[in-house]
Each structure stands twice: as C-alpha cells, then as structure tokens.
C-alpha cells in the first residue's frame, strides 16, 4: 500500500537525519515504547553497527535513559574493535549491572529502524543481539525465581516490535 506524500515527507526527513546521526557518531540508539498488545515491551536498539560488520543491539524492559546509556557504552566497546560473543557476560567496575550476550532469532520483527536503514526486507534482516540485564537481585531472566517475569523482559524469539 502507496504512503501519503505527507507520511513520505517524514520518513524521507527521518531518514536524512539518521543518516546525519550515523555519519557523525557511527551508530544511533532508537528506543520504540511499549505498545499497546501485553507482548509488545519498550525497547532500544542501536542502528549503524552493522555497518561496522556487528550485529545491532537490543536492550528490553528498561527505560529510554537507561536503555540509551547502556546501548551507547556497549557500541562503544564494539566501534572500538569489540567483537561480542552469544553468551558473553559484560559488565564495567564502574556499574553495578551485568548483561548476557544472546542471539535475537527474529531480527526481522524487531529492529524495524535498521532494516529500514540498511534497505533490508524483514527475510533478510541485519542480524541482532538481545542483551539480557541482571535484576537487582542478581538474576538473569532464565534462572529460577526471577523476580521480574516475561513482561518486563522477554526472552529473545518471543516478542515482536
């Protein structure tokens, strides 16, 4: 289905700004709230690091300060050789959080922005790293007694943008 010209004219102006933002800093954060399904989290996620031969990163649950501090320190290390592992734990002396590297199996569904960005249909989407974060009370999302639940932190393949 054909856009409106006006709808055109934003994304064409959207589009020209990230493409600034991307030039400048080598990768932008986009951060998308929650929706209004039960499975549709607030999220973030970086657009650029593809094209720096990474996947994108995604961060769940957490809010747009948090999710955009995080994503920024973690392309960081990545725009400066770092090379992330499924399975990974990160973590800096300087925070008292830790994530958990894992492999998003449904790209296409989440990273709309980079997909975009990069010209890619959804089939063939850039490919894209969920980072789990540790709760307060040290736990990771699959561990017994996580306090938390799904809703604030889904697991990787089972929620969509």
């Known amino acids: 289905m054909p856009l409106d010209p006006q709808t055109t004219a934003w994304l ?9 933002v991307i030039r400048q800093h080598r990768w932008a954060v986009q951060y998308v709230g929650a929706g209004e399904e039960d499975d549709e989290p607030c999220f973030g996620y970086t657009i650029g690091l593809f ?3 990474h996947p ?5 649950g957490l809010g747009a ?4 501090g995080v994503l920024q320190r973690v392309a960081e290390d990545v725009a400066a050789g770092r090379d992330l592992v499924p399975g990974e734990l990160l973590g ?9 590297v894992e492999v998003s199996p449904n790209p296409g569904e989440v990273v709309l922005g980079a997909n975009r960005f990069y010209q890619r249909p959804p089939e063939f989407s850039v490919p894209a790293f969920q980072l789990a974060w540790r709760h307060a ?8 007694g996580y306090p938390c639940g799904p809703a604030c932190q889904p697991r990787p ?3 969509r943008a």
């Open 12 to 20: 064409d102006q959207e589009d020209a700004h990230l493409a600034r």
């Open 56 to 60: 994108e990163l995604v961060l769940v």
């Open 51 to 53: 094209g720096l031969g």
């Open 137 to 144: 009370d040290g736990s990771f999302p699959w561990e017994e």
């Open 157 to 159: 393949g089972t929620w």
């Open 65 to 68: 300060d948090t999710t955009h």
């Open 92 to 100: 800096w002396d300087d925070w008292e959080g830790r994530l958990c």
